[in-house]
């Protein structure tokens, strides 16, 4: 796909096709599972629901998320994603959960399997759809710096393999007779997404306490600002310190102390500072960039002592 095919799919969008997609394979997993009363496939069905759910709370905190700054939100809503990230991670926890009673159910009370390759082809047909989706919201994601995005493809993508596995499963199961498989399977199954359920919680707390940007965005920021910065013999004319930043769903934050000499009129200094600011955003889309300036003789210090008694 193309940049501008990319751009059209909107995270809105994308969501829009997930609660859709979400409808299509539980219709088709619920099917494979009444025809062959497998407790793998049920396990594999419930977590269906669960995409479902998510990307419905998806779709609503992107929609809030992409509201501009109010009055009583000026730096904007941006973190809204990270509740739908949250949120998805509880979802499938509690899926998890329910897939493990279900199991233990069945491996005391095993029972045997109907109609294996209907239900197999049908939960090959809905990982098929959750597979492709997957891959374009992958891509998608990255595009627009979605976490709520990308939250969604790792959970389709669980979901695959997901499926992949309670279809190996069922079919030792029609091989060998041995029933105790299919719960073996399905437990396997909920361990699986009870580690991505607790990852995806993780990124989002780590995103509500204002992470810092990227590994590589910093750098790209580093070095933009090295590009400023320049000396007349042994003296300093231009450089910046206390560089901070943090991230809040699609938007990148830059703060920072920009020195120069005491000595430079007011609208020369803005003037560079100004160049700054653009060149930072060239080089970092959505970033937004705060610059304090200072004279070159002129230490501040950005964090009160008081809350870092050490």
Not at 206 to 225: F, H, N, Y
């Amino acid at each position: 796909m193309n940049a501008d095919t990319m751009r059209l799919l909107t995270p809105q969008r994308l969501l829009m096709a997930s609660v859709a997609v979400a409808v299509v394979t539980i219709a088709l997993k619920t099917l494979a599972w009444y025809i062959t009363d497998s407790v793998g496939l049920l396990s594999d069905a419930m977590e269906s629901l669960v995409n479902l759910a998510s990307a419905v709370f998806g779709l609503l905190m992107v929609t809030i998320a992409a509201r501009p700054a109010d009055e009583d939100h000026p730096y904007g809503h941006h973190k809204a994603e990270y509740f739908s990230s949250g949120f998805e991670g509880i979802l499938i926890i509690v899926a998890a959960l329910g897939i493990v009673w279900t199991a233990v159910h069945r491996l005391l009370d095993p029972q045997p399997i109907a109609q294996v390759g209907w239900g197999l082809a049908l939960s090959v047909a809905s990982s098929g759809l959750n597979g492709l989706l997957a891959w374009v919201m992958f891509r998608s994601a990255k595009e627009h710096r979605s976490i709520a995005l990308e939250a969604d493809a790792k959970h389709l993508v669980t979901d695959v393999w997901t499926s992949a596995g309670v279809v190996i499963g069922i079919t030792l199961v029609h091989f060998t007779g041995w029933l105790w498989l299919d719960p073996i399977v399905a437990i396997g199954v909920a361990i699986n997404i009870l580690r991505e359920g607790f990852h995806l919680m993780w990124r989002s707390s780590q995103g509500l306490m204002d992470e810092a940007v990227e590994p590589d965005v910093m750098a790209t920021i580093q070095s933009t600002l090295d590009g400023f910065e320049h000396k007349r013999g042994e003296t300093e004319i231009v450089r910046f310190d206390h560089v901070v930043t943090r991230k809040a769903g699609q938007r990148r934050y830059v703060d920072m102390h920009m020195h120069m000499p005491a000595s430079w009129t007011l609208g020369r200094a803005a003037a560079v500072r100004g160049s700054v600011e653009q060149a930072l955003m060239g080089a970092v889309p959505g970033l937004r960039a705060t610059i304090q300036l200072l004279p070159s003789d002129v230490e501040a210090h950005f964090f009160d002592e008081s809350e870092n008694p050490i």
